[in-house]
């Protein structure tokens, strides 16, 4: 069992993802795919008048603002637009595709983080109306259902909240809860860059092998933006029982191929 | 077993319409709920700057021109925003509500129709890149699996091809389909009319009762616009083997309640 994800972040090549997860059902490989939005979610919500919006959190991360508006256009773009061409394309390949988003069937469940705390000009401010959260329940037994009868599960990265409201969620940190839910031997979480890097964006600083018991250090250290959720994704991910991750780049031929060759930044 | 048919045009209350399926549902009855998307795709590929372009065919029919960009705002809409939309609502009315389209392992597949035949300016025309098609297969054991699972599928109307190319399909012949590979006992289809009317748009002319036998007679002599296609439906339906159609109105309260106590035009 290998969880892949890929997209999100603009420049991956999701032909070459598609052409690889096709070639390893062939072969008889249990896959799930899990992707993102937010680049493409950020051009489509431009062009209807309602532009993204970013803020500061008080620990100095820069996150979306989510408001309900905001979520709705997600769910259009990610669980409609990104999903349902990569459900087509891998179909065309020969992959009996079905694409979910965590909505369907209650996939991916989780608290929901109704108000941010953020940073404007120096002061701290509560902004509320917020539609994101973290995943607590996978719903394993829709995807081994699914999995058993010879689907290949393409998840949209959307969680429903306790009170049953859709959430944005991250989809690195989903895919490593599919991941851990599912006990996957591997997975590989395809980025812009060819993984961790000692010294961003210098790409010949590439770290090739991380420790688990060394990979929250790591973290701290030198992952920059959108790695540090690759990188908690994979901790969450081998501590709850995946046995390898690999963080490696989406951008060339063959990237899942490369990525379970060990090219990238494999942590276990 | 129950095939409800609801929303892609204007002016349906789809919140009323949930809460009878969540009725239905809590008293044990299988459902299966298929949406539409057309009025809301003209909305937004309208903000989108792709405005709709509708065609007369030869035989007179107005239908929309589906281009390869309108087919993937479609897909975006209806199985993106429509449909997550109404698995949430669902999801909170207790309903273990899962959304698929037709795309979705090859749940329902059709031959594409890739040229319009179109009158314009009096001149017959061939129109090029159309991507819709009639649907002919219904993966019925996708629907089965998880019908047997607890899940209450809510489905987008969109297809596969053949070829594996996404295909905008009509909701109520989407519905038609499911209700005859299912075998459903009945199939509710929800308009913002009464149901078929003698003098359309005269709502006192409602014709309450239609045998099959002379089904085909009330659609030509009696059916405008998008009826044809719910009358299309219901027949298609009932020659494969569902025993009831009611073509009702769902701009009221308890719209699937009325429909099932024989309010509309029941065809059987």
Do not use: W
């Amino acid at each position: 069992m290998i969880v892949v994800k890929a997209g999100g972040g603009e420049g991956l090549d999701m032909e070459a993802v598609c052409a690889d997860v096709a070639e390893l059902v062939q072969q008889g490989e249990q896959v799930v795919l899990v992707h993102g939005g937010s680049h493409e979610t950020n051009v489509i919500s431009e062009q209807l008048g309602h532009p993204p919006r970013f803020v500061t959190s008080v620990s100095g991360h820069v996150s979306r603002y989510t408001d309900r508006e905001m979520l709705e256009i997600f769910a259009m773009v990610a669980a409609g637009r990104i999903n349902k061409l990569l459900v087509e394309r891998l179909q065309q390949l020969g992959v009996d595709a079905l694409g979910l988003s965590g909505l369907d069937g209650r996939l991916l469940e989780g608290k929901r983080k109704s108000a941010l705390c953020i940073i404007v000009n120096g002061k701290r401010k509560i902004l509320r109306g917020e539609y994101s959260g973290k995943i607590e329940q996978v719903n394993v037994g829709l995807l081994r259902t699914l999995l058993a009868a010879g689907y290949v599960p393409v998840v949209a990265p959307l969680a429903i909240s306790y009170e049953s409201e859709a959430l944005n969620v991250d989809g690195d940190r989903a895919a490593a809860a599919i991941g851990a839910a599912l006990k996957a031997q591997k997975m590989i979480i395809l980025s812009n860059v060819p993984g961790l890097l000692r010294d961003f964006p210098d790409e010949s600083t590439l770290i090739p092998h991380i420790p688990l018991a060394v990979a929250q250090e790591h973290l701290d250290r030198y992952a920059q933006g959108r790695m540090k959720r690759k990188l908690l994704g994979a901790i969450e991910a081998l501590h709850d029982g995946v046995e390898q991750v690999v963080i490696a780049d989406g951008r060339v031929a063959q990237p899942v191929h490369r990525a379970l060759a060990g090219y990238g930044t494999v942590i276990q």
